[in-house]
């Protein structure tokens, strides 16, 4: 793999990862919700919770792709890619 495809990957791979964090502050917030809830945590919620948590992961996603990857290009192409770590 060249570097400009190790560096993709990077970007991909983190790309995805705060997607994957995003859904889980949100399954946390709900879960958390739930227990507070009149009927607390029921089995519904329990199997509603992964299919919520998919769909979840697909809208954010889906609207964070171009963003992130306008930003990948962009970091590429002006060459700035160690300080996009700490942006």
Known sequence: MTAQGIAIYGGVKAWFAGCV???LVL???EIFLALL???GITVGSLLSAPLLSVIQFTIIAYFS???AGIFMWAAHKLK???AVLFA
């Open 80 to 82: 700035i890619e160690f």
């Open 65 to 67: 792709a171009i963003p």
């Open 27 to 29: 399954f946390v917030r």
């Open 21 to 23: 964090a995003a859904v």
């Open 37 to 39: 809830g009149p009927h």
